[in-house]
């Protein structure tokens, strides 16, 4: 039996044809009637536009061929230039909002009644869709990625299921030259697409650890007769491991880790007939909570999950091994914080380098960043005689984590746990991360701390740019605002968690600043606004613990303005910009820069 389904792609420069086909029980994705195996990494570096073509260069000395995004950018037009540059293609991401606190975010969308937010999704997939259809680097399209694990309710994912539809069929109609996938945790996803979504054509499933092998399974019991992509892959993960004594999840070792990606690709994933390829989990550099345990690179150093990629797609072993932590463990016992306790530790390596080894801690109490953070600790000692460390001003249970650097920029990491006791630390009542000083909560749009989310009054005739290049005091950009009617009253806050309204914790402890500070100026003077920081009241769950805010008249020249915050409680502020204003008579254009707590 032969299926084939057709998508061609032409335009004034080019001519290619892909196809996915199903040959003798067999499916493939061919592109130009060459068999094309996803041999994909997912893509981490969105907006790291200056180093696309360093990345995209060590990407193809691992063996990938396509890279996957969850959304298209501002810089998706560079992006895919640089793909198609190197010879690489894309799996455009569009994001669809979740509509519950999952893994990924601490968004809550509502697909029962947000009529006007489904509306937004379907307009902007529409519009990327007809902006790179005809982008030669572009080799699917990724709708949503595990939307159905985090939507609580039937009718809800039945409403959302519908929306799904309505984009995917319209993207067939837009562009019958490029297959349309959608993106699910695990088989969430499986029986509500086969059901209601029949417009995609080829299943994408993100799996981690050993269930890769039973994918291709889980659709025969369903008699889908579809291909499917693993979309994110790697070593098991937190949410599928066991806790140790300290109630902490046990961290696979870095051998694990390794084998998983190498072994795993040829013994679950290449040899399925239904699989067209996988994107391994994650080619990026962080040093968070997520980032040793499934990352290519940890504080720009290779980690195993790197040069097993390269295994896996080329067959080659790594160039220089990566550091071989033995063993690491505490004591078992609850320490005071301040303590200095030993540790058994035993590191190798195979080049026998000279290794530099540090220690970090992760607490999994509080909100989500500071679950996120991996924080350094004081230690003293050498691999000849052993080390010590300085326990942390924390209360409960840590993850302690040693790293085993090389001359050759590779990092071994291992991880264990131990109890701390901390009166201080107990009685925080928000769990919220320690931010460093100066903290600024704008300064150009880069990694900002706080999502300009919350929009108030007349928000309708209200738009925010955070990438203003003309009127700019410093660096490269500033936040505009743009209010078009009148009159009428508008506001905007800066929140964190996105989108939220004091349900969820979130925000930063600020602890020690002694000024808020920040640089206005409006289009025409005489714009009277309210401006500064905190917004919940305590009749939510989770306020801000302070609010500060002072009414300015601007002029059309920049003019810093400043408050003190001499005795203000700065141990939770979630909403670190606020702004409100009243338009009479005529729109208003505002200009803000250089947001600081300091």
Known sequence: MRIFCCFIF???????????EKIEGHWTLNIDGEPFDIKGATFGYD???????????????????????WATGDHAPQLLDAAEKHGMKVMMGIWMRHGRPGMEDDDSFDYLTDIKGMEEMYNNAISKVEAYKNHPAVLT???GNEVYLNIATDEEKMAYSKLLERICSKIKELDPNHPITSVEAWTFGMDWWQKHVPSIDIYGLNCYGPGANLL???????QIDKPYI????????????????????IEPLDKEKYHAIASGYRNWIANKSSCLGVYMFHYRSLNNFMSPWLFTHVNNLKRPQYWAIREAFTGNKPSNNVPNIEAFSLPDATYNSGTWIPMNLKVSDAENETLDISFYYNQREGSRKRRDQINPLNF?????EGFEIELPKEHGAIKVYAYAKDSFDNLGIASTSIKVEDKDAKAV?????KVNLPFYVYKDNNDLPYSA?????????????LNEKKEVHSGETAIRINYSEESGWYGIAFMDPANDWGDILGGYNISGAKTFSFWAKSKFSGVVVKLGFGLIDTDKPYPDTAKKAEEITLSSEWQKYTIKLKKADLSCIRSGLVLFANSYGYPQTIYIDDVVFE
Do not use: C
Request: aromatic fraction near 14%; glycine fraction near 10%; hydrophobic fraction near 35%.
């Open 47 to 69: 907006n790291d536009v200056a180093n696309y073509d360093r990345y995209f260069e060590d990407l193809k000395f691992l063996g990938v061929n396509t890279i996957r995004t």
């Open 453 to 465: 989310s919350g929009y108030m009054g007349n928000y309708k005739a209200l738009s925010v740019d």
């Open 141 to 143: 399209w990724g709708v």
């Open 380 to 384: 003293r000692g050498n691999l000849s």
């Open 216 to 222: 291709q399974e889980e659709l025969e019991k369903r």
């Open 230 to 249: 693993i979309t994110e892959f790697g070593v098991i993960g937190e949410w599928d491991v066991q806790t140790d004594k300290n109630g902490v999840k």
């Open 429 to 433: 009542k928000y769990k919220v991360p």
């Open 10 to 20: 032409l335009s004034l420069f080019s001519f290619s044809q892909t196809t996915v």
